[in-house]
T-cell receptor, first 113, second 117 residues
Framework: QQQVKQSPQSLIVQKGGISIINCAYE??????FPWYQQFPGKGPALLIA?????SEKKEGRFTISFNKSAKQFSLHIMDSQPGDSATYFC????????????FGEGTQLTVNP | SAVISQKPSRDICQRGTSLTIQCQVD?????MFWYRQQPGQSLTLIATANQGSEATYESGFVIDKFPISRPNLTFSTLTVSNMSPEDSSIYLCSVRPGRPLLTDTQYFGPGTRLTVL
């Protein structure tokens, strides 16, 4: 059972554009939602994370929007740059159940110069 | 954040053999995890490595195939036993720091790229 569904699978954006990646979850017990960025040959690196008590969190060019009633959250990358080209994973966990992360399928982002 | 190293970074092994992957953290952490990432795929949790006790395995993963040790708060090993080509994956260690950060954040190591012939 895929508990976190991510879309799109791949995304191509022009430099300076906005990249939007969406995730939907099923388990309402999830209480922590991080996004990870992974470059080829590297481990995932935490980008930004949110808890369900807020609807939006912004860090620099990266924003998470969270819709608890719809069980959806999304990552927005403003002013996308070629250096942002990577694979992005959303994830979810339950703090009181050992913080085990359930990952989405991943989105391969390409930002063209 | 925690600095995590893994050894080996990559290896090519013959089927039927075993490989032990090491994960070392530069500070004491409360929780350590092992994930598998098959080529071009997402990450799947194998097990939670518990310090001083047996690891907790996720559905589909068993101790006989993936024995795990965690002798202290900065080190863990994952062994991939009796390997087959289907075990070809990237194996990643991750940690959740303890005090003083007390955060849910997990930090990942660089991964071990395993190819089984």
């Amino acid at each position: 059972q895929q508990q976190v569904k991510q879309s799109p699978q791949s995304l191509i954006v022009q430099k300076g554009g906005i990249s939007i990646i969406n995730c939907a979850y099923e388990n309402t017990a999830f209480d922590y939602f991080p996004w990870y960025q992974q470059f080829p040959g590297k481990g995932p690196a935490l980008l930004i994370a949110i808890r369900p008590d807020v609807s939006e969190k912004k860090e620099g060019r990266f924003t998470i929007s969270f819709n608890k009633s719809a069980k959806q959250f999304s990552l927005h990358i403003m002013d996308s740059q070629p250096g942002d080209s990577a694979t992005y994973f959303c994830a979810a966990s339950i703090e009181t159940s050992g913080s085990r992360l359930t990952f989405g399928e991943g989105t391969q982002l390409t930002v063209n110069p | 954040s925690a600095v995590i190293s893994q050894k080996p970074s990559r290896d090519i092994c013959q089927r039927g053999t075993s490989l032990t992957i090491q994960c070392q953290v530069d500070s004491q952490v409360t929780m350590m995890f092992w994930y598998r990432q098959q080529p071009g795929q997402s990450l799947t949790l194998i097990a939670t490595a518990n310090q001083g006790s047996e690891a907790t395995y996720e559905s589909g993963f068993v101790i006989d195939k993936f024995p795990i040790s965690r002798p202290n708060l900065t080190f863990s090993t994952l062994t991939v036993s009796n390997m087959s080509p289907e075990d070809s994956s990237i194996y990643l260690c991750s940690v959740r720091p303890g005090r003083p950060l007390l955060t849910d954040t997990q930090y990942f190591g660089p991964g071990t790229r395993l190819t089984v012939l």
